[in-house]
């Protein structure tokens, strides 16, 4: 299991604006530097595509957007 991490920052947006960007898988690599691409692969599945130390990384992850509690989990 990988270590829970949190980071906050402030945003001038609406709360609801910001977590509909943020929930939505395809924008990913807009805010994760390494991530390349993420696309939904059906239910809470995910394809990802990283640069990971400057190698390329294909595969599979789950992600999991919380609207009541505005939480994001993923992994």
Same mark, same amino acid.
């Given at each position: =299991?990988?270590?829970?991490?949190?980071?906050?920052?402030?945003?001038? +947006? $609406?709360?609801?604006?910001?977590?509909?960007?943020?929930? @939505?898988?395809?924008?990913?690599?807009?805010?994760? !530097? +390494?991530?390349?691409?993420?696309?939904? !692969?059906? *239910?809470?599945?995910?394809?990802?595509?990283?640069?990971? @130390? *400057?190698?390329? =990384? $294909?595969? @599979? +992850?789950?992600?999991? +957007?919380?609207?009541?509690?505005?939480?994001?989990?993923? *992994?």
């Amino acid at each position: =299991r990988m270590g829970d991490h949190e980071r906050s920052t402030t945003v001038d +947006a $609406e709360p609801g604006v910001l977590f509909d960007y943020l929930s @939505d898988v395809e924008n990913l690599p807009h805010y994760f !530097a +390494a991530m390349r691409s993420a696309e939904p !692969a059906g *239910g809470d599945q995910v394809h990802t595509v990283a640069d990971v @130390d *400057g190698t390329t =990384r $294909e595969g @599979d +992850a789950w992600f999991v +957007a919380e609207r009541d509690s505005r939480t994001i989990r993923w *992994g």
